[in-house]
């Protein structure tokens, strides 16, 4: 069975600064997804950024970036310029045949 | 567009009771799913469904039921509660292929059993 990792449950940046969230994987599928989730307080679970595994290059979306390394089986999500509204849980998770993991979350606090 | 749906937004069960947790998308997305998140928890699939009249176990059904008569709905049964399935509900949709794309989340119903 497919297992997500987050070795980090709570992290905090201050404003404006970086912060990479951990993420690691166990699977023997070659061809999957990987997604970045982020949980406000609202509960409101909002997709931040998606990965497919065949794809080499990292995918960015604005401030957002992963660094995805297939053989190490390892996604880490890296938040640049950090603002306080990235306050928030944070899930790593894996989609293969409809069957989707997630690990149990980071909670970023961005500290003004 | 309302996006996903889902009432109640909370509710208390005696053990032994039985409820239907309403979800609703107006999307029309062909892929839908029922999670639950315990505290501190991150999300266990219950159920999917890929179409109407079609669907699949997930991560965690023991105590579950689900049902898709309709593209737009898909309801999940909790037949004799108990107090582990104290925990919040998310309903998600998603367009095919599913897995590859966003899911779109409902905003959650909280259930405590008692």
């Known amino acids: 069975a497919q297992t997500v990792t987050q070795s980090q449950p709570e992290m905090s940046v201050q404003e404006a600064e970086t912060v990479t969230l951990s993420c690691t994987y166990d699977t023997s599928e070659s061809n999957y997804y990987l997604f970045w989730y982020k949980q406000p307080p609202s509960r409101q679970m909002i997709l931040v950024i998606r990965q497919e595994a065949y794809k080499q290059q990292n995918a960015t979306e604005n401030r957002f970036s992963v660094n995805f390394q297939k053989a190490a089986k390892s996604f880490s999500l890296k938040i640049s310029d950090s603002q306080l509204g990235d306050t928030a849980m944070y899930f790593c998770a894996f989609c293969n045949n409809n069957d989707m993991r997630f690990g149990a979350g980071t909670r970023l606090t961005v500290k003004p | 567009n309302a996006g996903v749906t889902q009432t109640p937004k909370f509710r208390i069960l005696k053990i032994g009771q039985s409820m239907t947790l309403q979800c609703t998308q107006d999307?029309?997305?062909?892929?839908m799913y029922w999670y639950r998140q315990d505290p501190g928890m991150g999300l266990k699939l219950i159920y999917y469904s890929v179409g109407a009249g079609i669907t699949d176990k997930g991560e965690v059904p023991n105590g579950y039921n689900v049902s898709r008569s309709t593209t737009e709905d898909f309801p999940l049964r909790l037949e004799l509660a108990a107090p582990s399935q104290t925990s919040v509900y998310f309903c998600a949709s998603s367009y095919p292929p599913g897995q590859a794309y966003e899911q779109y989340f409902g905003p959650g119903t909280r259930l405590t059993v008692t």
């Open positions: 999307m029309n997305h062909n892929y």
